[in-house]
């Protein structure tokens, strides 16, 4: 059959510029496959094949590349120098030689316009997968994955610097979005939140990251927006959410902000919307809230709080943790029951003979009171609210912390960036990711 389809389809296809050395690449395939040798282990021949074919396959793409090149550059006149470029492919690094000439506007190589040859050397697809893995797993080990799927013989620091600094391009790019000027439309507060759908949840806290060069730890800040009917519950287990867009940066409040409010109406499309605000205690967050959505409810998000009273337990029963527990489940009871002046009465109510608790209780004390219009927690279950439970802290876990926070792992101020900004949009449930690519794809062609 193989040798049938050499013989017959040579005849039609030689004449053709782009295939006339159609010979050449059959016998090149043919000479791999006799070369391959015979193998008792199904897996084992499939990894020699697959290395085999991706060699053969760039071989053949240069080749063909090359050629249309040569058929091209024929048409011109006064032609200068050769010049290298070369590119990564899926299949493996290409080379190609293209020819300078003289024009009009000086020294060009028209065959890069003509032919869409890009000038960066990293062609999207190959970009996009790289990307992918360095922010799914450790540079090293996205490095040998890298490695391995694309014969590509990078070094480490060159596969992270081009994450990071892709990174750092997506983030200017969703950044530097113009604000939507007119403000989402709430819902009257008197209409019964329960019987409406459109409740859509902002979630924002934030997350120390390590950085580099003696800088310590800076705050990450992370935002989370997802849509009510996308809360799906589960008996006896946490509810999962299964569409949200994410946002996060190191950059300042206010330009965390802006981003948030542009993805918010991105999401909501200009449809007409509850807003439920769930933050812990920082006051950036409720001013942000107020400032940008006027008229939210703002909930103090219930597994920050539960922190607060941990700490009381641990500090009042060190070494009980049974104690420890059922004291905790006790207080967050009487919190859902809107009870937080009680647990303020039953904190004071313990043994305080250490320092430690005694600074446990201010702290939970002044938290609760500072907070006191964002804990009616019986009104918001009541409602059918959601009132945090580790939703935002969530968030930080899956944006930030499973990727930036390993062991031994520090980072430039711009990597972080880079890496955040490219781990919450391939995170989120939008096109964000895909669209990013395809204009990449699109400008690369362009240019």
């Not at 091209?72 to 120098?81: A, F, G, H, L, V």
């Not at 969703?174 to 949840?201: A, G, M, R």
Request: charged share 25%; hydrophobic share 35%.
């Amino acid at each position: 059959m193989y040798n049938t389809i050499t013989k017959s389809n040579l005849q039609h296809t030689t004449s053709s510029p782009l295939m006339n050395n159609l010979q050449s690449i059959l016998s090149q395939i043919d000479e791999t496959l006799h070369s391959l040798p015979d193998w008792n282990n199904l897996e084992q021949f499939v990894s020699e094949f697959h290395k085999t074919w991706l060699k053969l396959g760039n071989v053949v793409q240069q080749q063909l590349v090359q050629d249309r090149i040569d058929e091209k550059e024929n048409q011109y006149q006064s032609p200068r120098t050769k010049r290298e470029k070369r590119y990564y492919t899926p299949l493996g690094e290409m080379l190609v030689k293209r020819r300078a000439y003289i024009t009009a506007d000086g020294i060009k190589v028209k065959v890069d316009e003509e032919l869409g040859l890009p000038k960066n050397k990293w062609l999207p697809m190959v970009l996009e997968l790289a990307c992918a893995l360095g922010v799914s797993s450790e540079f090293p080990n996205s490095h040998r994955l890298f490695q391995r799927w694309t014969c590509l013989d990078l070094t480490e620091k060159t596969l992270a610097n081009q994450v990071e600094q892709t990174g750092n391009q997506l983030q200017s790019q969703e950044f530097n979005l113009l604000n939507n000027p007119e403000p989402i439309k709430q819902l009257d507060l008197t209409s019964s939140i329960k019987e409406n759908p459109n409740l859509l949840y902002v979630g924002v806290d934030g997350v120390m990251t390590p950085l580099n060069q003696k800088q310590g730890y800076k705050e990450a800040k992370v935002g989370v927006i997802f849509w009510s009917k996308d809360h799906q519950k589960v008996k006896g287990q946490r509810g999962k959410i299964r569409r949200r867009e994410y946002v996060a940066t190191l950059k300042s409040r206010h330009e965390f902000r802006n981003r948030v409010y542009q993805l918010y109406n991105q999401v909501a499309e200009h449809q007409v919307a509850q807003t439920v605000i769930i933050g812990d205690g920082a006051h950036w967050i409720w001013e942000m809230a107020q400032e940008q959505f006027p008229g939210s409810i703002e909930i103090l998000d219930f597994f920050h709080l539960s922190e607060y009273v941990w700490k009381v337990a641990k500090a009042a029963y060190p070494n009980q943790e049974q104690k420890q527990k059922d004291w905790v489940s006790t207080q967050q009871n009487l919190l859902k029951q809107s009870q937080w002046k009680t647990v303020i009465q039953n904190s004071y109510g313990l043994k305080r003979n250490n320092k430690d608790l005694i600074e446990a209780i201010t702290d939970l004390e002044r938290y609760l009171t500072n907070n006191k219009s964002r804990i009616n927690y019986q009104a918001y279950l009541g409602a059918g609210l959601m009132i945090g439970s580790g939703v935002v802290e969530s968030s930080n876990r899956r944006v930030v912390t499973q990727r930036l926070k390993q062991a031994g792992m520090h980072w430039s101020k711009r990597g972080a960036e880079g890496v955040m900004a490219l781990r919450a949009a391939y995170l989120s449930n939008s096109h964000r990711w895909s669209s990013f690519w395809k204009d990449r794809s699109t400008i690369s062609r362009a240019c």
